[in-house]
């Protein structure tokens, strides 16, 4: 007889926004953005699914014992930096290391185990995570996001405007929101395309890997290929389940 395959609720927690997804093995079966978090979100999001695990991920200071789990004796696990995950994590300060960073290299590691893959998030921070062929998480880096990098002009600066973002910006600006335009979004497609190419200048065939809320200002903006999926981290968060189910 053919084992059952469990479902699972994966909840992440971001600086911004916070998804939930229910996944079925592997099966990404649903999945919902919301500004905050309540009983009765999830209770209504997972109705009829029959969940048998959970995970959770939270990168900000917000609660997250919500009472479902309680009233329906569904096992969680909160994802911390102690938490088994199925590659070896070498930084050097684990404990500092944000559970989302960590992660979106997992997820990056399925999808392309035994080789160098490159994981980036751009969302409120910028993060780069390198993962090596190895299935070693090695570290990365971390710089502002499109929208912060707008809201600290504004902020440090007596004069400058608060600009919102705009597909459509000029490579030369006439005007003070243009130039805001141009040296935001020109600046962070070239520090992008700059990181890429110095890893791969150090790593060989390195595979490069998008998410979070405004990945898709990059796709066909940059010069290197990249893969895209705005679920990335979630699938990572059912992975790290699996595994710890597993164990």
């Known amino acids: 007889m053919d084992k059952r395959i469990e479902t699972y609720l994966v909840i992440e927690i971001g600086n911004t926004l916070s998804k ?8 990404l079966l649903a999945v919902e953005k919301h500004e905050t978090l309540t009983d009765s979100i999830l209770e209504e999001f997972t ?10 991920s939270n990168v900000t200071n917000a609660p997250d014992g919500f009472s479902l789990f309680k009233e329906q004796g569904i096992p969680l696990l909160h994802f911390t930096s102690k938490t088994p995950i199925p590659i070896e994590n070498c930084y050097q300060t684990p404990d500092t290391l944000g559970a ?18 490159l994981a980036i998030d751009c969302g409120t921070a910028l993060t780069f995570d390198f993962v090596n062929c190895k299935n070693q998480y090695l570290g990365g880096a971390i710089s502002p996001g499109i929208s912060t990098r707008f809201k600290a002009l504004n902020h440090f600066t007596a004069k400058l405007p608060l600009v919102q973002f705009n597909n459509d ?5 006439t005007d003070t929101t243009s130039c805001i335009l141009s040296g935001v979004l020109n600046g962070i497609i070239n520090e992008v395309d700059g990181y890429i190419d110095a890893i791969r200048r150090t790593y060989s065939d390195v ?41």
């Open 169 to 173: 910006y000029p490579l030369i600006g």
């Open 20 to 27: 939930i997804a229910i996944f079925a093995g592997n099966k």
């Open 207 to 247: 595979k490069v890997v998008f998410t979070g809320g405004e990945s898709f200002f990059f796709d066909k903006k940059l010069k290197n290929t990249i893969f895209v999926d705005s679920n990335l981290l979630l699938f990572g968060l059912n992975r790290i389940l699996t595994h710890n189910v597993s164990q």
């Open 47 to 56: 109705q009829g699914y029959g969940i048998d695990r959970a995970i959770v």
């Open 100 to 117: 989302d960073r960590l992660a979106l290299a997992v997820a990056a590691n399925s999808l392309y185990p035994n080789q160098n893959v």
